[in-house]
Structure formats: C-alpha cells, structure tokens
C-alpha cells in the first residue's frame, strides 16, 4: 500500500516555526521526487517547494524562498520541510506528493495533508 504521510503543522504566531514532514511507505522512495503544496480555503493550490530524488536539487517558490528549507532523511523515508519566519498567509493545508522530477508536471502519489495556521 502505497502512503505518504505528513504531520508537525500545529499553530504558531508569525515570525515563530514549523518543521513538517512527510513519510513515505510502500514504494521505492530514492527513486522519486518530493513536492510540497499548499492550499488555502477557497484559493488555488500552490507550489511550495520540491527536493529531487537522493536530494540532488531543491526548488523553492519566490514567497518561501530564504525562508523554507527542505531535508531529506533517506534512512527513513522521509523528507522534511523547515518552515521559519512564518507568516499569516502561510496559513493551508500543506501536503506532501511523490513525484519523477523536481519540478514537475505530474505527481503519482498524494497525502492527506497536515494543517498550519500561522496567528498575526
């Protein structure tokens, strides 16, 4: 059975942190690529950022970027993303998706997702 799972979002006041992450179980992990998006009621899903297989390359977008960094820990399936100088709008549901490439158009498989609200 194929799962990813995210956890660690919770409720922080800006400027504070979060370090999610996702585990992954039930396929080969080295050999696919990590995305995190996030969605906010009534809005678009967005990309966030995504970590090429064995963490060979990372790719942020422009409002995380120098705030979001992403880790992988391989022995455990998992990949991790520090979130600091967090921000109200960075209130979503943020969910992890394996995928081929780094970025990419296509992403096999999806987590439920894991919520965080940043407070003003």
């Known amino acids: 059975e194929v799962q990813l799972v995210e956890s660690g979002g919770g409720l922080v006041q800006a400027g504070g942190s979060l370090r999610l992450s996702c585990a992954a179980s039930?396929?080969?992990?080295?050999?696919?690529?990590i995305g995190w998006f996030r969605q906010a009621p009534g809005k678009e899903r967005e990309r966030v950022s995504c970590?090429?297989?064995?963490?060979?390359?990372?790719n942020y977008a422009d409002f995380v970027r120098g705030r979001f960094t992403l880790s992988t820990d391989n022995a455990k399936n998992t990949v991790y993303l520090q979130m600091n100088s967090l921000r109200p709008e960075d209130t979503a549901v943020y969910y992890c998706?394996?995928?081929?490439?780094?970025?990419?158009?296509?992403?096999?498989?999806w987590g439920r997702g894991t919520q965080v609200t940043v407070s003003s």
């Open positions: 998706a394996a995928g081929p490439f780094c970025p990419s158009p296509l992403y096999n498989y």
């Open positions: 970590i090429s297989r064995r963490g060979r390359s990372t």
């Open positions: 039930g396929f080969t992990f080295d050999d696919y690529a």
